[in-house]
């Protein structure tokens, strides 16, 4: 493979696992907030949790336990492992 192609894959790769790092890190920063209970009035709040909710919007309410914030920990929590695997996964795989 030419050092040209391989510095290619590199630089995708490097990026698809920035990606996946900021969209898990949005997904546990609202985690946080709403464990913290943050003013959900505030607009910095208010955006975490809207980009949050359509980042999990396949694993919110996946789990249904009696206490509300383990619903938020496990809905929200396996969405952002699922980021954080596949994105690494595939940035893994790009590098090689």
Known sequence: MSPR??????????VIAVVA?????IIILWILMYLLDANRGN?????VHDSARWLAGW????????????N?????????AVYLF???A?????RR
């Open 21 to 25: 790092d900021i969209l898990a890190f």
């Open 5 to 14: 192609t391989r510095s290619g894959s590199s630089s995708a790769a490097r």
């Open 90 to 94: 595939v940035a893994g795989r790009l």
């Open 72 to 80: 938020v920990v496990a809905g929200y929590g396996l969405a952002a």
């Open 43 to 47: 607009d910095f709040v208010q955006w």
């Open 59 to 70: 694993s919110y309410d996946l789990f249904t336990f009696d206490r509300t914030w383990a």
């Open 86 to 88: 596949i994105g690494h």
